[in-house]
């Protein structure tokens, strides 16, 4: 694999069982580039060793008064020194080529199962720490496993370069093959302590990243209620442990580096001090003594990759075991789907062609006059035309609750417990936060589907959808049915004054469309983020949408508007809106009141506020004194209705009599 072909097809199934094991994965994942890496690694660093053995022939041809030897050496030299740079440029890409495809791969496995999950990932997991696992965590993680070629091809080099002295000197040789061990192993007692500073850092720096990360998020809030400070204070003190934390890690890593230079240096002394005795004594000539003590010299090199090595598995360990949590993460449900949805398309299609749009035959886009027309029958053609044939249509049911959504109605959801409602239009949609009994699309399980058909047919808005920084236009470049225009939608979202801020923001854009959206719309108001988002999920225009508090963020003559307009374009399509106002709810076609987990009554809004109580307390937020009072005075109503019907049975009595 190249940089250039990532990125890859199919990143795979990865071992996520513990953090060395998702490392161990990777690295067989990778065994053409890891090959490549060695056998570059292994040219120069045995071409870098080779250089004292050149050395030493020259010297000795000097001293010896030979020029061809002396020839020779230099020829010697000159193919080492080719052989250094060829072996250091391509390890430096083959390395850098490891490193790159190695974080891609975990990227990829890591957008794949945030994909998967959805709005169950973030649930489960801090979304600072999913923040550090994508970012700084997929860094370290490509470091091991890029510095395992290198410190392969270090560690056979070291291993040749001493049996080598011990042929060509046996005396000295000895020497080196016995301490060079010693250097290489002797940080061993230290690694452990290293790694949990390390890991203990690399705690204190996720905690304050996902510190930074909410804090960020709701800054808005914060100024609204002044906690700025008290976040800051917070965020400080985070950083402080960060710091000191960091400082301990890097006070043994210095001690280990320190011992890595102080070691060579005491067994050069020793060769250096032994190989002189031996010379005096007329053992080993001079040229011998240069070799071995350039060799020992140069030893220091390939050794540093030892520490180096360590250093990469103590930081990799800690992100790789992030790493591997969130991979480890599964669906409540069987994201592969069991049934052949080509063949419930079908019957659902047939069932649904005839859908028509309305007796005049033609829908409002919105309070701007536009309007775009669909004869009976058209829309339904066009939109199955241009929409997957797998979708399935039909009634939405969940057997858990008992909540119904008709097929092509509007459909209003009161629930008293907001969180509730989220996790109920959640289910919905096919994304139950715990295995349950599957929702029913046309009689059809979405567990029975595969997940992508499930989320074709069934599109969920949550509360606090996310707006991507970008232009307008590529926010609403979303996978859609063909059949509703960014024109349409956000004229039913009501979001003409949506573009007059982002064209205040964008002066330089002559189109709408190519204004610019700051991260995470941070630029507009609650509204104003929440219109757009609605705008955006309207145009994918899918079988089922699913609102979750659509117009929370939004005043009360707005909300009017879109309460229209959305009624309007979803003519002829399911839509279920989970909602509280009552401006929303007069426009559905059916309401649906869930209480405790299961549906409690079904109607228009008009009749259940009278003839439900407990809707009546959730739509109109009275108090418990103000449902005892409207149930006295509903109890009072109720009695002199009775009499005055009562009383008009005695008149009639009466009349019949005379």
């Given at each position: 694999m190249q940089i250039q072909d990532l990125p890859y097809a199919d990143p795979g199934t990865p071992d996520a069982r513990s953090g060395p094991r998702f490392l161990w994965w990777l690295g067989?994942?990778?065994?053409?580039?890891?090959?490549?890496?060695?056998?570059?690694?292994?040219?120069?660093?045995?071409?870098?060793?080779?250089?004292p053995f050149c050395v030493g022939a020259a010297v000795q041809a000097a001293v010896d008064h030979s020029g061809g030897r002396l020839a020779l050496a230099g020829g010697l030299l000159a193919v080492v020194a080719v052989g250094i740079a060829l072996g250091d440029t391509?390890?430096?890409?083959?390395?850098?080529?490891?490193?790159?495809?190695?974080?891609?791969r975990v990227q990829q496995l890591l957008a794949r199962k945030a994909a998967l999950l959805g709005s169950a990932l973030t649930r489960r997991v801090a979304a600072g720490e999913v923040v550090a696992v994508s970012t700084g965590d997929v860094e370290k993680i490509g470091w091991f496993v890029e510095a395992v070629s290198r410190f392969t091809a270090a560690a056979l080099t070291v291993v040749l370069v001493c049996v080598a002295l011990v042929v060509y000197q046996p005396a000295l040789g000895v020497v080196v093959a016995a301490g060079v061990p010693v250097v290489a192993l002797a940080v061993l007692?230290?690694?452990?302590?290293?790694?949990?500073?390390?890991?203990?850092?690399?705690?204190?720096?996720?905690?304050?990243?996902?510190?930074?990360?909410?804090t960020v998020a709701g800054l808005r809030v914060l100024r609204g209620i002044g906690g700025e400070e008290l976040f800051l204070d917070r965020y400080r003190s985070a950083s402080q442990e960060v710091r000191r934390a960091a400082v301990r890690s890097a006070r043994m890593w210095a001690l280990i580096s320190a011992i890595q230079v102080l070691l060579p240096g005491l067994l050069m002394v020793a060769v250096v001090w032994y190989g002189v005795h031996l010379?005096?004594?007329?053992?080993?000539?001079?040229?011998?003594?240069?070799?071995?003590?350039?060799?020992v010299m140069i030893l220091t090199y390939p050794l540093r990759h030892f520490e180096e090595i360590a250093m990469a598995y103590s930081f990799s360990r800690p992100s790789a075991r992030r790493a591997a949590r969130v991979l480890s993460l599964e669906r409540a449900t069987d994201a592969?789907?069991?049934?052949?949805a080509e063949?419930?398309?079908?019957?659902?299609?047939?069932?649904?062609?005839?859908?028509?749009?309305g007796s005049d035959g033609v829908r409002s886009a919105g309070a701007d006059g536009v309007t775009t027309a669909y004869t009976d029958g058209v829309r339904s053609a066009e939109a199955d035309g241009m929409r997957s044939a797998h979708v399935p249509g039909g009634d939405l049911y969940d057997p858990a609750t008992g909540l119904l959504a008709p097929a092509g109605r509007l459909t209003a959801v009161v629930c008293g417990d907001p969180d509730a409602a989220g996790l109920l239009?959640?289910?919905?949609?096919?994304?139950?936060?715990?295995?349950?009994?599957?929702?029913?699309?046309?009689?059809?399980?979405?567990?029975?589907?595969?997940?992508?058909t499930a989320r074709e047919a069934v599109l969920v808005q949550d509360k606090d959808p996310v707006l991507l920084s970008g232009s307008l236009r590529e926010l609403l470049d979303v996978p859609a049915s063909g059949c509703v225009s960014a024109r349409d939608a956000l004229a039913a979202a009501q979001c003409a004054d949506v573009l007059d801020a982002l064209a205040q923001g964008s002066l330089d854009a002559e189109d709408p469309m190519d204004t610019?959206?700051?991260?995470?719309?941070?630029?507009?108001?609650?509204?104003?983020?929440?219109?757009?988002?609605?705008?955006?999920?309207?145009?994918?225009?899918?079988?089922?949408?699913?609102?979750?508090?659509?117009t929370s963020a939004v005043d009360s003559h707005t909300e009017a508007r879109i309460a229209r307009g959305v009624r309007d374009l979803r003519e002829g399509r399911t839509t279920v809106v989970f909602t509280s106002s009552p401006l929303l709810l007069d426009h559905a076609d059916r309401v649906v009141l869930v209480h405790e987990g299961t549906v409690a009554a079904v109607g228009v809004h008009r009749e259940l506020l009278h003839s439900e109580p407990r809707y009546r307390a959730v739509v109109t937020r009275e108090t418990d004194e103000e449902a005892a009072l409207s149930g006295v005075l509903d109890e009072a109503h109720r009695d002199a209705l009775h009499r005055n019907e009562l009383h008009r049975d005695e008149l009639q009595e009466i009349e019949e009599s005379a």
């Open positions: 067989r994942h990778q065994p053409g580039g890891q090959f490549k890496a060695l056998a570059w690694g292994l040219l120069h660093f045995a071409s870098v060793s080779a250089l391509y390890l430096h890409r083959a390395a850098v080529t490891n490193w790159i495809t190695a974080a891609a007692p230290l690694l452990p302590r290293a790694t949990r500073r390390a890991d203990f850092q690399r705690e204190k720096a996720g905690r304050a990243t996902e510190l930074a990360s909410d010379a005096r004594e007329g053992r080993i000539t001079v040229g011998e003594l240069v070799t071995v003590y350039s060799s592969g789907g069991v049934r052949d063949f419930d398309g079908a019957r659902s299609a047939g069932a649904d062609g005839a859908r028509s749009t239009a959640e289910r919905l949609g096919g994304h139950p936060a715990e295995r349950s009994t599957s929702v029913l699309l046309g009689g059809v399980p979405l567990d029975e589907l595969p997940l992508d610019r959206i700051t991260e995470r719309g941070r630029s507009l108001s609650g509204g104003q983020r929440q219109r757009l988002a609605l705008a955006r999920s309207l145009i994918t225009d899918p079988e089922v949408l699913v609102l979750d508090e659509p």
